[in-house]
Structures are given as C-alpha cells and as structure tokens.
C-alpha cells in the first residue's frame, strides 16, 4: 500500500520488454511481510513478489529495461490475464525506476486468492485497460516459490498472534467493499515524519466485525514509529468490509491485515 505525496498520469503506451533470464530468488530481508526478489544474471531485481500475512493480495513489482516504451500512471480494476486464460481483476501502477539506466518499474496488485497459484507455471501476463492497449509482460515463477511463500505467510501469521489454520479454513476471508489504497493521500502522510525524511512500512491488523466494521486496528511489526500507527488506522478504520464467512458460510469475525508504506515522492 503505497502513501506520497505525489499523482501521477494514465499509462499511455504498450510496454515490450525482455528481460534477462532470472537465475536466483532471494528473501527481502528489510521487509516486514514476505517478500522474494527475482535475480536476473546481472544481479539485478527482475522480479519482486509480496504477500501480507492475513492478506489474500498479491503484489508483484517488475522491472523493466530502459527501452520500455510507456508512460507513468495509475489504474484501477485492470484485467490480468495468464497464458491459461485465466482473468484477474487488479490495480497497475507504472513509475520510472529509482535508477534512470533501468527503465520503469511495473506494480500490479491483484486481491483475487487464487492469482498467486496461478502464476506458478505461466510465461506471461498480460494486461489491458479501456485506457491503455494490451501490455505484455514475461514473468516466470517457480511453484516452489508460491508455496515457499505460503510457508512464510503461515509462520508469520502464528508470531503475529493469529491461528493460521483457522483463517486459512474460513470459507471466504474479510473483503473490502472499496480500494483501500484510495482512501490514502499525502496528507495523511505524519507531518513530523515527513519533515524528518522518515519513511516506514505500518503493517496493520484490523479485527472485521460480522457487519464488516472495523472494530479494532493495531499495528503488528515492532519498533514502528507510533506516528505511523496512528496515521494508518485513522485511515483503515473507515474502511468497509464484506464480512468473513466460517465453514457453514455464516458470517464471522476475522482479521485481515495491510501493510501500509509510506514513502516520500521524488
């Protein structure tokens, strides 16, 4: 979930690129959820994949080379296609590479659960817009590598204090009646913080009642900043939910969690 104070435009152009073949995948030590970074040959991150514990997202970053031709920008409820013809609903985001040699830097972000299963295997996704024409995007992910992080997310969840097993066996988990991201703008980014050059990830855990309020938010990673904390659940607290279900297809209590990163815009 990415706070700056920064907006950026539509995605404007095709995106062609290939990549060089990836050799390695490396934990991010410096993350607080998990997240595996794809190395090329030239040791460079490929590709970054990142899932929240409690969360059902997957968040993939791809770096594209220099000869990218596309414009930076922002879309919702994007179309994800895999080589199986499988469609996913997801946000895209495109910025220039924090090293101008290295191109543009691809997010996408898709809720569905079963879109990380689903990039085990496949060559490619592609991606179309009403706004943009189809983009095509090699990617390569290993199935040991979709369940090495599902390992993770199940070990983190336990040292979070959350019963793995029991959110993994609801039916449905809590889901978000609107783009939680959107409810974020630079305002909301801690003042103090901002002036100090401070840059944080909050990961917050929201306890979502059977009517889909959030009835508690706390943040769950420690040594964070209490500015971030509170500046993340003013936010998240508003937010509504369809309601977890139990086995029965009940409605039912559940957290779901979301790490919030707020950075600085260049």
């Not at 959107?182 to 909301?188: Q, T």
């Amino acid at each position: 979930m990415l706070v700056a104070p920064l907006v950026i435009a539509f995605l404007a152009q095709v995106i062609s690129t290939v990549p060089a073949k990836p050799e390695t995948w490396e934990w991010d030590s410096k993350a607080p959820i998990c997240t595996l970074k794809q190395r090329n040959e030239a040791g460079e991150a490929a590709v970054t994949i990142e899932r929240t514990p409690g969360n059902e997202e997957t968040e993939l970053l791809i770096t594209l080379p220099a000869g990218a031709k596309l414009g930076r920008g922002h879309l919702l409820d994007a179309t994800i296609r895999t080589n199986s013809g499988r469609e996913f609903v997801g946000d895209v985001s495109v910025w220039r590479h924090s090293d101008k040699d290295h191109g543009f830097d691809l997010y996408v972000d898709s809720p569905d659960p079963t879109f990380i299963e689903s990039l085990s295997g496949t060559p490619w996704l592609e991606i179309s817009h009403p706004k943009i024409q189809t983009v095509r995007v090699p990617i390569h992910v290993p199935a040991k590598i979709v369940a090495t992080l599902r390992d993770c997310e199940d070990t983190t969840m336990l040292d979070w204090g959350i019963d793995a097993v029991a959110w993994r066996n609801l039916r449905s988990r809590p889901l978000p009646l609107e783009h939680v991201r959107e409810r974020f703008g630079a305002l909301d980014y801690p003042a103090a913080a901002l002036a100090a050059n401070v840059e944080a990830d909050a990961v917050a855990r929201l306890d979502i009642a059977i009517d889909g309020t959030v009835t508690k938010c706390a943040t769950v990673n420690p040594g964070l900043p209490v500015v971030f904390e509170t500046a993340s659940c003013k936010v998240l607290k508003g937010a509504k939910f369809r309601p977890a279900t139990d086995v029965s297809g009940k409605p039912t209590s559940a957290p779901v969690l979301y790490d919030v990163r707020f950075r600085i815009g260049n």
